[in-house]
């Protein structure tokens, strides 16, 4: 199939299908004319990087991997889980900060609720 109708299947667009190329996470066979010909299994391959890529890995980790997981399907594949684990570490890190960040908009949002009472209290007096 064509760089076209692979975008088409898969909803993703021509320019990362390139990219992907790029990267070496597509391998097309290249016609005489020189345009990009996929195998049927690219579409499962096309899935494959946009799930990774969704759960925020790069496209180098993914590439450290794809073709293991694309051959052996993912539970055989050792070399995700240093890569997931870091990603976990990286979540984690993430989920930390944000909580901070939460608190301390509610702390000033009780603050700023706090203030108007007051200002409101002494309008009454």
Known sequence: MKIGELAAR???SIRSLRYY??????MP??????????SILAEE???TIQLYLNLG????????FLHC???NKEA???EVFPIFRQKIAEIDAQIHQLNHIKMNLEERMQSILEERESEEA???K
């Open 76 to 78: 055989f594949c050792a």
């Open 29 to 38: 066979v290249r016609n005489e004319n020189g345009y990009r010909e996929y």
């Open 122 to 124: 002494e309008e009454c």
């Open 57 to 64: 890995l790069s496209t180098e980790q993914i590439a450290g």
């Open 21 to 26: 190329e790029q990267q070496g996470l597509l």
């Open 45 to 47: 391959q096309v899935r």
């Open 10 to 12: 898969t909803g993703v």
């Open 69 to 71: 997981v694309l051959k």
